[in-house]
């Protein structure tokens, strides 16, 4: 199974990274849809897409305004967008608001239920995180692996997420900040670097990907990556465009 990191940064977009935005294409799965959701056009492959919300921000949702585009390229094109019931509200009533953005995009929205997700590709599982507002966190598994993907919390090994993405193949965790800047992490409601390793350490999973890295920075290494395969050494920082197989 592929996934496609079409955006791996946090918070805004900037000249390197795209909003949290990834992607199955062989399954027609979304999840999240932050500024890089322009990109799905790419790697649309089937008659339906389900997008699946961890919350809803605004750099987790800015892209659900570019669906038009999405659905002129793919004319017929099938669009889910799932979610907590009160994020999907959220979505409705402020993102569409006819003052803000005008005319509300052809797409129908799905509560998250156990119904729901028994018949979404990967059989989703979701999970609370903590962070402002609240979000979920994702596990899915196929015939050929499991992917796990958190996003927006403040990592820690004793939080209760860590026994839901255990053992996963892959797992795909937001590392906003580096070590220095704990109290940051801890105030916005995100993740420092060597917690984020210690997490994929504790929870035995199979190789960790980074993405929500800090717009402010740039550089091949925005999160000290050296430092955190001493302590996880299957770790590597995820780039817009990164294709991953599990």
Known sequence: ????????????????????????????????????FYRVADYVCQP???????????DHVMGLTFLFDLMASHPGLVVHVHGESEKLAIVERHLWFPGLFPVR????????????????????????LRHHGGSVGFRLEFSTGSLAYVTDTTADVDASYVQEIGH???????????????AMARMTGHSCASTVAA??????????????CNPLDVSDDP???????????????GEDLLELQF
């Open 1 to 36: 199974m592929k996934v496609v990191l079409l955006g791996s940064g946090g918070y805004r977009p900037n000249d390197r990274r795209h909003t949290a935005c990834l992607m199955l294409p062989e399954v027609g799965l979304v999840l999240d849809a932050g500024s890089a």
């Open 199 to 212: 997490v994929a350490k504790k929870a035995q999973v199979g190789r960790l990907v980074l993405v929500h």
């Open 48 to 58: 339906e897409l389900h997008v699946l919300l961890s919350h809803a921000h605004l």
């Open 105 to 128: 995009p052809p797409c129908v929205l799905v509560p998250f239920s156990d119904e729901s997700l028994a018949k979404l590709p990967g059989r989703p599982r979701i999970f609370p």
């Open 168 to 182: 996963v193949d892959l797992l795909i965790h937001e590392c906003y900040f580096r070590d220095d800047q704990e």
């Open 223 to 237: 999160v000290d990556l050296p430092r955190m395969q001493q302590i996880f050494p299957a770790t590597q920082v």
